[in-house]
């Protein structure tokens, strides 16, 4: 099994705290700076949405999603990145999924992004699963994207650190799981079970992956973030990013590999 993040970005610190819709919020942009080809591509060519409409659509989408829940990736448009093919694992990633033999997790997708970009690459969209702690966000994902009576795919609410939840019937049958600005939510504890519990949703062969992008910091450590609910944030450098997939296969029993791209 391997973890790839292929890096991670940096979220100002700020005497704000993630809870309410305010916006007047340093994670709150009122204007989209650029949209990129690939998410403008995605939502011309995959929700049909004339080239003119785009923006006003990516707008009123936006705010009704702030008002689910004012996540930084929102207020700040990060959810159009499509982070995950920008991997450089990507590639292969898609390979394997258009086979239609294996299955795909999007851990933590918000209104399911990442998954409408690996079906719109050709995926076989009955074996991708989405997974939140909102089931708001799936209903968002079905407005922005225009597929309520054409995507295939299935969506779970579950919250990853209850060993009772849905998800668990994911468990040993995911191939690859993407977690996208996802594990730096938790402190390092909570990273460890977190992962353990990635690791069993795994199917036990070699080429298992886990891939993501998550924030980080070249001195490892808990840092105050307070556009993360708990408040308190585990950052990575390459090091300790080994060292905690190293604990994990202990821990599991199984044979993990772990490594950062920045």
Not at 175 to 192: C, R
Request: glycine fraction near 8%.
């Amino acid at each position: 099994m391997a973890t790839t993040p292929q890096g991670w970005i940096n979220i100002p610190d700020t005497e704000a705290k993630i809870d309410l819709r305010d916006k007047n919020v340093p994670w709150y942009d009122p204007k989209l700076k650029k949209l990129g080809p690939s998410a403008r591509e995605l939502l011309e060519n995959y929700s049909k949405i004339p080239p003119a409409e785009v923006e006003d659509h990516i707008y009123k989408m936006r705010d009704e999603a702030w008002d689910v829940f004012p996540y930084p990736c929102i207020g700040e448009f990060r959810f159009l990145d499509l982070a995950i093919s920008l991997s450089p694992d990507y590639p292969a990633v898609l390979q394997r999924l258009k086979s239609g033999k294996e299955n795909f997790l999007d851990l933590g997708c918000c209104v399911g992004q990442e998954l409408r970009k690996v079906a719109h690459d050709g995926a076989v969209q009955e074996n991708l699963y989405g997974s939140d702690l909102r089931a708001e966000f799936f209903e968002m994902g079905y407005r922005i994207f225009l597929d309520r009576d054409t995507l295939k795919s299935k969506f779970i609410e579950a919250d990853i650190t209850d060993a009772n939840s849905a998800l668990s019937g994911l468990d040993g049958k995911i191939d690859i799981i993407y977690a996208g600005s996802f594990l730096h939510l938790f402190n390092y504890e909570g990273q460890i079970e977190v992962c353990k519990r990635l690791v069993k949703l795994l199917r036990e062969k070699k080429d298992s992956l886990i891939l993501g992008r998550q924030v980080g910091n070249t001195d490892a450590g808990e840092y105050v973030q307070m556009t993360n609910e708990s408040g308190i944030m585990y950052r990575h450098n390459a090091e300790s990013f080994k060292k905690m997939w190293d604990e994990v296969g202990e821990e599991t029993g199984n044979q993990v590999e772990g490594g950062l791209r920045l």
